[in-house]
């Protein structure tokens, strides 16, 4: 950049020159000589205080555009240092514009560019790849309360087990003792023919042996028949009192049968009754116990409920973590990428690229020369001149300095 401004600085002292000579040439005498930076200052916009008449007003633009047209067709030096001659861009005879490339690192440029493309799809990746949010879990309903515990059947039960057995066992108290014992009536029956059968027993052996005595005393047969006759009707007497004794007897053994078995069945009742009010016990206590399994699985479902929620909850704050720690790892990779993007962009700015200042011709490349690690060269870049051009400024064709620019 120093050679550049040295260059069109020494090209501007050269118009300056020029210009004064040729204003001293057709000028007046009597109008001051002005020194070399106003004569190019005035070439360039004339003093508003200053007047002239037509004929000098265009004389100085011919001059001016002549100065113009003579420092635009003046060829152009540029020196160029370079790591290696493939960043020049430039052969001999090509037509350049301004602003076309002249030198340039293209290669690492263009690696730089590619990573540069590879940095910012990237960084979009990452920006446009959502991470879902945990979702919150809702809150989860209790269990029902169980109902009160109500054994109020069973309790019912066993009551009314309790008063049969308490009646049946009254009823057996009250009647083992009258069951236990003959039935009075036919006990008094029993003894009434029992003593009747005796007596008639008696009468019949008194009869017998007065029969006996009378044989013995032999009495007439008339009383013998008599005798017998009245032995006969005692007998009778007898057989029909034995007869009323055994029937007594049955009646009192079928009697003591039936008490008996009414002493029998009172017993079973009071069993009967023993087992209704165990059997309404044990419904009871089946009762309980079944409450007492159903309290111990709602506890059971309660506590499996409560370790449910506490694992929910431990899940949601693990993938809350994973979520913050993915949100933060996005982040970091975000920020190296964006430090890795920046790096590449001061890079890329690093890289010197060399513009052509002007339009022409590229008339001259001098061969390259090693130095100090670095390759130099010479570009002469010269106008293509019109022929009104060249007749308008004559033969005056200097040639500017070297332009000295060094690439790294």
Known sequence: MK??????????????????????????????TMSSDKASA?????????????????EQLDNDSAIAILQQNRPLR???????????????????????????????????DKQKKSVKLQIDNLKSKTIPEPFKPTQALGLKPLPP??????SAAIAQGKMKLSQAQ????????????????????????????????????????????????????????????ELKKVQSQKDQASSAFDQAKAKLNASAILQQ????????????????????????????????????????????????ENQTQQEYSRQQQQYAQSVRDRDYQLAQLAISLTNIED????????RSPRNGYVRRIKPWVGRNGKYETTITISAAVSSKNRGSTGTVNPISPNQSTDTR
């Open 261 to 308: 078995q009414e002493l029998q069945q009172l017993q079973i009742n009071v069993k009967l009754a023993e087992s209704e009010l165990n059997v309404a016990e044990s419904r009871l206590t089946a009762a309980q116990n079944r409450r007492q399994l159903t309290e111990y699985d709602a506890n059971l479902n309660e506590a499996r409920r409560q370790q449910q």
């Open 347 to 354: 890079k890329l700015a690093q890289i010197p690229m060399l």
């Open 170 to 229: 009254a009823l057996l108290e009250a009647r083992t003792q009258l069951l236990q014992s003959d039935d009075p009536e036919r006990r008094a029956e029993l003894e009434n023919s029992e003593a009747g059968l005796q007596i008639a027993s008696q009468k019949v052996e008194e009869q017998e042996q007065m029969i006996l005595s009378m044989r013995d005393m032999k009495l007439s047969t008339e009383i013998l028949q008599h005798e017998e006759a």
């Open 42 to 58: 005035n070439a360039s916009k004339p003093e508003p205080t200053h007047t002239t008449n037509n004929e000098d007003n265009e």
């Open 78 to 112: 540029m020196t160029l240092s370079v790591e290696s001659p493939s960043f020049l861009k430039v052969k001999v005879g090509q037509q350049i514009k301004q602003g076309d490339v002249i030198s340039d690192n293209s290669t690492e440029r263009d690696r730089l």
């Open 149 to 154: 515990a109500i054994f109020s059947e069973e």
């Open 3 to 32: 050679g550049l401004s040295k260059t069109n600085l020494i090209t501007y002292l050269c118009v300056g020159i020029i210009g004064l000579i040729f204003l001293a040439n057709n000028y007046p005498q009597s109008q001051p």
